[in-house]
């Protein structure tokens, strides 16, 4: 646990050093329980705040398909990076493995856990709430950007080049194929 605390502080404020050690040590349990722990946050802020919204579904989502979904995606945007990045870099000689990868990812998710208090304050927090509400999640989430990117890049040996068109190509791929599969059940019967 303790080496996990650490891992998680370093993430935050050396992230380069710490998604070296982590590309090589593969700590892909601590990593995945980290992803499940804010997969879950995420399940929950859907039901709390979003809930209201899916109205228009053929089916109540419930904090566990949430939480599969978001878990799921994770696991895909993970493969696909990997597989994309050793395609791009088919004429270098790319370095590092998927597990490295996959636990640099994982540990990349640490900003997630912020996602739920963000969205709170900008629900119950009045005025000011609702102010910082507008500005806190899109910080949230180019800080998870953010991290992604170095995970990538340190774990896998590539350029941040590289591994910001990874990220944003297997992303918008990412997007594109879970709409393909959400749009049909949005549609009337």
């Not at 599969?68 to 000689?93: C, D, K, N, Q, Y």
């Amino acid at each position: 646990m303790h080496e996990v605390l650490r891992r998680i502080r370093g993430v935050v404020l050396t992230p380069v050093a710490s998604f070296e050690e982590i590309a090589a040590e593969k700590p892909v349990g601590s990593a995945l329980v980290i992803v499940v722990a804010v997969s879950l946050l995420g399940g929950y802020e859907y039901q709390l705040i979003h809930q209201p919204a899916s109205d228009m579904l053929p089916f109540e989502p419930t904090l566990l398909t949430n939480t599969a979904m978001r878990a799921g995606m994770f696991l895909v945007t993970a493969l696909g990076i990997f597989l994309l990045t050793r395609i791009l870099t088919a004429i270098f000689e790319p370095s590092g493995d998927f597990l490295g990868l996959l636990a640099a990812l994982g540990f990349a998710e640490i900003p997630g856990a912020f996602s739920l208090p963000a969205n709170l304050a900008s629900r119950f927090g009045g005025t000011a709430g609702s102010m910082l509400g507008s500005v806190l999640p899109l910080a949230v989430s180019l800080w998870g950007a953010v991290l992604a990117v170095v995970a990538i890049r340190e774990s896998l040996k590539i350029s941040t080049g590289l591994s910001l068109v990874a990220y944003i190509i297997t992303t918008v791929a990412v997007f594109l194929l879970s709409m393909s599969l959400w749009m049909p059940m949005m549609l009337p019967l």
